[in-house]
């Protein structure tokens, strides 16, 4: 059976996750990296952490899907590193595949719909 781990957090938009400290309602494009536990390999998931506010304020549709979204009342690396960590460790399967579907389901993963090309030109 392989587990899902989550290994780091990164992002482009701030120096530190650990340190950021946001005044008023903020979003946040951060990547999950996570992999199978107890192995070294990774694929990243990218999820847009927010509060409620900032995502009313940047709505530009009438209609949005959550999807890839995690909303926060407010910042908190540890809080955010221990929901994204219990997370994985529910996400299970017989394949890497298969357990990164699940993970997918709160990050877009890098192989979102990849389809491998086996035919000739």
Known sequence: MIV???KRLTCTDVPSLET????????????????????QGEESFGITVC???WFDQ??????????????VQHYDYEQLMRFLTGYCSTCMG?????VAEKVARI???EFEDYKSYSGSM
């Open 58 to 71: 940047n709505m530009k549709e009438s209609v949005r899907s959550g999807r890839h979204h995690l909303f």
């Open 4 to 6: 899902a781990q989550l």
């Open 107 to 109: 990050g877009y993963w």
């Open 94 to 98: 017989s394949s890497w595949a298969e």
């Open 20 to 39: 950021f400290r946001p005044d008023g309602p903020f979003g946040l494009y951060i990547f999950a990296m996570v992999g199978p536990a107890g192995s």
């Open 51 to 53: 509060t409620p506010d």
